[in-house]
């Protein structure tokens, strides 16, 4: 949601970026005929359902004709048309409608970047976890890190956790200290958040990034237990080349002990699950091997298989909902030379 907002505040009078007289209208937040800093941090908190007095309404209505200019500030625009002694039909006496702070999708076309679906992204920045089994009263503390965070401006994401399982406490930020969260549907084991910068940041790889405190109130695994969504925020991180990519999760395996193991066999549960839009499958070597996954729908038919070479380590798998037949109950199987596992993920409408 920042990629252009961002590129414009970073250089107003170079912009790469195809920003509209109606998208800055879109970023004005607070309605001071500017684009600042500061209506990025409304923004920000917009995005992820605080709402902060912002002094606009949620909605600015410009005509349509004329053509407004480049910079919409500089003399004005007017937000009415009026007419006196009408005697017939007026041509053209149409407005567009602008959602203050979308600025990817601003015009009143029933879309917006605050929450539904991603959409198709051409890659994703991998927030590196360390899987481990948390039991029954245990302090969690599950510590979010960079993974090839290099040149990002933004970053934006539901984070979703098993409230059965998991009772949200607090959060710390880390490496990213301005990272704000809006914890009002955490009861739901939902998490809004997100982050700017108006310097690309490059951090290196496993370094913390923030931390999720919970306290354990059942048993699990937390690659069972948490995933990225848009049940809240889409999804979305901006970087310093101009592209808008996504958001995934990537587990470290462990041990039966809880250490870290990389040589390690595991195949993890699909995240999201259930899904709707597309799923990752996740998986973990313990040496280069070849590895088949073949997903299968509840009577055993092969709906879809997918294989390659591959080094130690994690890897995933991308499913996308129209590679599925219809949805319900399938079944994905993961084999090497020496290993295979089973697990069941759903898709949904």
């Avoid at 912002?54 to 600015?60: L, Y």
């Avoid at 970047?113 to 029954?136: C, I, K, M, P, W």
């Avoid at 245990?138 to 933004?154: L, P």
């Amino acid at each position: 949601m920042y990629a252009l907002l961002l590129d414009w505040l970073a250089a107003p009078g170079a912009c790469t970026g195809p920003v509209t007289p109606y998208q800055k209208i879109a970023a004005d937040a607070n309605a001071n005929d500017a684009v600042t800093a500061f209506d990025a941090a409304l923004i920000q908190q917009i995005a992820i359902n605080n709402t902060p007095v912002v002094g606009n309404t949620s909605w600015r209505f410009v005509p349509t004709v004329p053509v407004l200019p480049a910079d919409p500030f500089l003399l004005g625009f007017d937000e009415t048309l009026s007419y006196t002694n009408i005697n017939a039909n007026i041509p053209n006496a149409n407005f567009f409608g602008i959602k203050t702070g979308d600025v990817t999708a601003p015009f009143a076309n029933g879309v917006t970047n605050f929450g539904g679906e991603t959409g198709d992204r051409a890659s994703n920045l991998n927030l590196q976890v360390s899987d481990a089994a948390v039991t029954e009263g245990q302090d969690v503390e599950v510590t979010f890190k960079a993974n090839d965070f290099t040149g990002i401006f933004s970053m934006q994401t539901t984070l979703n956790f098993d409230a059965s399982v998991l009772e949200f406490v607090g959060a710390s930020g880390n490496g990213l200290s301005s990272i704000i969260f809006n914890n009002t549907v955490s009861a739901e084991g939902k998490l809004a958040t997100s982050w700017y910068n108006l310097d690309a940041v490059t951090m290196e790889n496993g370094e913390g990034l923030f931390t999720l405190h919970f306290k354990a109130i059942g048993s699990g695994i937390l690659s069972n237990l948490l995933s990225t969504s848009a049940d809240l925020v889409v999804p979305e991180v901006a970087t310093a080349e101009g592209n808008v990519i996504g958001v995934e999760l990537v587990f470290e395996s462990f041990s039966a002990t809880g250490e870290q193991a990389s040589g390690h066999f595991a195949l993890h549960q699909n995240r999201p699950n259930p899904f709707s839009t597309r799923t990752a499958i996740g998986f973990n070597l313990p040496t280069s091997d070849h590895a088949t996954l073949t997903i299968t729908d509840a009577s055993g038919k092969a709906l879809k298989v997918l294989e390659g070479n591959f080094t130690a380590g994690y890897h995933q798998f991308m499913i996308e909902r129209k590679e599925l037949p219809t949805t319900g109950v399938f079944f994905y199987q993961l084999k090497t030379a020496d290993f295979q596992a089973v697990k069941k993920m759903i898709l949904v409408d």
